[in-house]
C-alpha cells in the first residue's frame, strides 16, 4: 500500500529553557484569537443587525472572549475526561489537568461555552440567544486550528485506508489512514464558516435571534458525522463500521438545529406579514 510520508512535525513550537510552548496550545490561542476579532468586526457591521443596531457594543467582545474560552477550554476537557475516556482518567486524576498534552471534546466545550454565555448575557441583560449567534458564527476558527493541532499531535487518527493520500502515523501501527483531522479542518473549519459568512452577510441571519447558532449546530453536526465515516473510534464505547461516538454526539445537535431554524424562519414570516 503506497502512502503519503506523514510530516512528523515536532509538537512543541517553542522551547526557552525548560518552558515549552506546544503548537496545541497555539492553535487554541489563535482560534479564539481570530474569533474574538471576528466577532468585533460583525458587532460594527451595522447592516447586518435588525434596525440596522449591534445589540452589544464592540469593546464588550473582549469580556465574551473571556468566558467564551474559559468554557471552551473547561467544557472541552471535561468532555474528553466523561465521553471519551473516562476509565483511563478516572483511574490518573492527576492526567485531568495536563490539557497541553492534548484531549479536548468539541462537544463538551460547546456545553461548556453555552453556559458560559447564558452566564454572560445574564450579566449584561441581553438576549442569550443573539450572543449564541454571535460566538457560533466565530467558532469555524477554532474548529480549523484545533483539528490542525489534531494533526500535528498525531492524534484523533482516521480509519485504515488505501487512498492516495492515506499516511502512515506515528503510534497507530504500520498501516495508512485516512488524515481525517485534515478532513475535519476543511469541513468544520473552512466550509462551516463560509456557509455562516453566506447567511450572516448574504441572507442577515443575524436579523433573527437564535437562527444562525441553529444554523452553526445543524451545519456541524451534519458535517461532523460526514467526517466520523472516516475516523476511528478510539473511545471504545461502539465497535461498528458505522457507528460513532462523535456521531451519536452529534444527532441531537443536527435534529435540535432543524428544528429550531424551522421555527425562527416561520416566527421571522409571521412577524413579516403582520400588517
Same mark, same amino acid.
Given at each position: 500500500?503506497?502512502?503519503?510520508?506523514?510530516?512528523?512535525?515536532?509538537?512543541?513550537?517553542?522551547?526557552?529553557?525548560?518552558?515549552?510552548?506546544?503548537?496545541?496550545?497555539?492553535?487554541?490561542?489563535?482560534?479564539?484569537?481570530?474569533?474574538?476579532?471576528?466577532?468585533?468586526?460583525?458587532?460594527?457591521?451595522?447592516?447586518?443587525?435588525? /434596525?440596522?443596531?449591534?445589540?452589544?457594543?464592540?469593546?464588550?467582545?473582549?469580556?465574551?472572549?473571556?468566558?467564551?474560552?474559559?468554557?471552551?477550554?473547561?467544557?472541552?476537557?471535561?468532555?474528553?475526561?466523561?465521553?471519551?475516556?473516562?476509565?483511563?482518567?478516572?483511574? @490518573?486524576?492527576?492526567?485531568?489537568?495536563?490539557?497541553?498534552?492534548?484531549?479536548?471534546?468539541? @462537544?463538551?466545550?460547546?456545553?461548556?461555552?453555552?453556559?458560559?454565555?447564558?452566564?454572560?448575557?445574564?450579566?449584561?441583560?441581553?438576549?442569550?440567544?443573539?450572543?449564541?449567534?454571535?460566538?457560533?458564527?466565530?467558532?469555524?476558527?477554532?474548529?480549523?486550528?484545533?483539528?490542525?493541532?489534531?494533526?500535528?499531535?498525531?492524534?484523533?487518527? /482516521?480509519?485504515?485506508?488505501?487512498?492516495?493520500?492515506?499516511?502512515?502515523?506515528?503510534?497507530?501501527?504500520?498501516?495508512?489512514?485516512?488524515?481525517?483531522?485534515?478532513?475535519?479542518?476543511?469541513?468544520?473549519?473552512?466550509?462551516?464558516?463560509?456557509?455562516?459568512?453566506?447567511?450572516? @452577510?448574504?441572507?442577515?441571519?443575524?436579523?433573527?435571534?437564535?437562527?444562525?447558532?441553529?444554523?452553526?449546530?445543524?451545519?456541524?453536526?451534519?458535517?461532523?458525522?460526514?467526517?466520523?465515516?472516516?475516523?476511528?473510534?478510539?473511545?471504545?464505547?461502539?465497535?461498528?463500521?458505522?457507528?460513532?461516538?462523535?456521531?451519536?454526539?452529534?444527532?441531537?445537535?443536527?435534529?435540535? /438545529?432543524?428544528?429550531?431554524?424551522?421555527?425562527?424562519?416561520?416566527?421571522?414570516?409571521?412577524?413579516?406579514?403582520?400588517?
Amino acid at each position: 500500500m503506497l502512502a503519503i510520508s506523514y510530516p512528523a512535525i515536532d509538537p512543541v513550537a517553542i522551547a526557552i529553557g525548560p518552558i515549552a510552548i506546544k503548537w496545541y496550545g497555539l492553535a487554541y490561542v489563535a482560534g479564539l484569537l481570530l474569533g474574538w476579532l471576528y466577532i468585533k468586526r460583525l458587532l460594527v457591521t451595522n447592516r447586518l443587525w435588525a /434596525g440596522d443596531q449591534p445589540p452589544l457594543p464592540p469593546d464588550v467582545a473582549d469580556d465574551l472572549f473571556a468566558w467564551i474560552a474559559l468554557g471552551v477550554v473547561v467544557g472541552g476537557r471535561l468532555g474528553h475526561v466523561l465521553l471519551y475516556e473516562p476509565d483511563y482518567y478516572f483511574s @490518573h486524576p492527576i492526567e485531568i489537568l495536563k490539557i497541553w498534552q492534548g484531549g479536548m471534546a468539541f @462537544h463538551g466545550g460547546l456545553v461548556g461555552s453555552i453556559v458560559a454565555m447564558w452566564i454572560f448575557a445574564r450579566m449584561k441583560g441581553v438576549s442569550a440567544l443573539t450572543v449564541w449567534d454571535i460566538a457560533a458564527a466565530a467558532v469555524p476558527f477554532g474548529l480549523f486550528f484545533g483539528r490542525t493541532a489534531n494533526f500535528i499531535n498525531a492524534e484523533v487518527i /482516521g480509519r485504515v485506508s488505501d487512498v492516495p493520500w492515506a499516511m502512515v502515523f506515528p503510534g497507530a501501527g504500520p498501516l495508512p489512514r485516512h488524515p481525517v483531522q485534515l478532513y475535519e479542518a476543511l469541513l468544520e473549519g473552512l466550509v462551516l464558516f463560509l456557509i455562516l459568512r453566506w447567511l450572516t @452577510h448574504s441572507r442577515y441571519s443575524l436579523k433573527k435571534p437564535g437562527f444562525t447558532g441553529a444554523a452553526f449546530l445543524t451545519g456541524y453536526g451534519a458535517l461532523r458525522m460526514v467526517c466520523e465515516m472516516f475516523k476511528e473510534d478510539y473511545s471504545g464505547l461502539f465497535d461498528t463500521p458505522w457507528l460513532t461516538s462523535g456521531m451519536l454526539y452529534s444527532v441531537p445537535m443536527v435534529i435540535v /438545529g432543524l428544528v429550531a431554524m424551522w421555527i425562527i424562519g416561520r416566527q421571522s414570516s409571521e412577524v413579516r406579514q403582520t400588517p
